[in-house]
């Protein structure tokens, strides 16, 4: 599928730096010119950076410009209180998933010592818990996103469809007006729409500084969302959205 070539794509640009046509077209087995059709696509999109044979990563990556180490140091306090008040909803012997993010990180700390199965494709979710003999740890598969921490990818996406779980915790980069959760990181959002799929219920954790927040790509709506957990500074007209739409909302 083009979505799924695409996060690949992005993908391996953002772990080389830059990637050539003939590159691509082997490893994703398509044709040069539908790579350069891609290529095209994405740099539009603003996600790359086309340039002669290939495609480079932008300068306006958001990832090179915040790593996971300097977004996790930013907020830190309110993202702890999401984690707390989110672990709480956990129940021993759920599976639960965990998305990639920094406060989905912080709550993998606050899972410790709890008999419950995680599964992520997060590699901070990874540390939190790699020695904690309590938890019984799945780690889904996929391309490394070293700045990030994470693993995407087709591998990963395809990994997701393999599962059930009890609850998976989503983070996001906004939720907007309109009742859409967003994100700002093209190849996070497929795997995100995995786990939302592949969940029972969904819980999305998001400080308050979230609310409205970033992104520009729809991760899902908030109808498909069981449980918000924000903090105070939330946009209380999009608070008021949330509920009305059915979703559960705690200020932690």
């Known amino acids: 599928m083009k979505v799924q070539r695409h996060s690949e794509i992005v993908a391996r640009v953002r772990e080389g730096g830059t990637v050539s046509v003939s590159e691509l077209s082997s490893a994703l087995d398509v044709s040069p010119s539908t790579i350069r059709r891609d290529l095209h696509q ?24 915040r790593p996971f180490d300097a977004v996790a140091r930013a907020d830190a306090e309110a993202k702890a209180r999401v ?93 907007a007006s309109g009742g859409q959760v967003m994100d700002s990181t ?27 927040g970033s992104g520009t790509l729809r991760v899902c709506r908030v109808d498909q969302v069981g449980v918000l957990v924000t903090t105070e500074g939330a946009d209380e007209l999009i608070l008021e959205e949330c509920r009305e739409r059915g979703v559960e909302v705690e200020i932690a």
């Open 42 to 65: 994405l740099d539009r999109a603003g996600v790359l950076t086309r340039v002669h044979g290939g495609a480079a990563v932008t300068a306006s990556d958001p990832d090179r410009l």
């Open 83 to 175: 984690a707390v008040a989110a672990a709480r909803r956990v129940r021993d012997g759920e599976v639960v998933a965990l998305d990639i993010g920094t406060t989905t990180a912080r709550l993998a700390q606050e899972l410790r010592g709890r008999s419950i199965t995680v599964v992520t494709n997060s590699l901070a979710v990874l540390d939190a818990l790699r020695d904690d003999e309590a938890v019984e740890l799945i780690l889904l598969g996929g391309m490394v996103r070293r700045s990030y921490h994470s693993l995407v990818g087709v591998l990963t996406e395809d990994a997701v469809h393999q599962i059930g779980v009890d609850r998976a915790f989503i983070g996001t980069s906004g939720i």
């Open 186 to 212: 093209f190849v996070e959002v497929p795997v995100k729409r995995a786990l939302i799929a592949a969940a029972r219920q969904v819980v999305v954790v998001a400080d308050g500084h979230k609310i409205p």
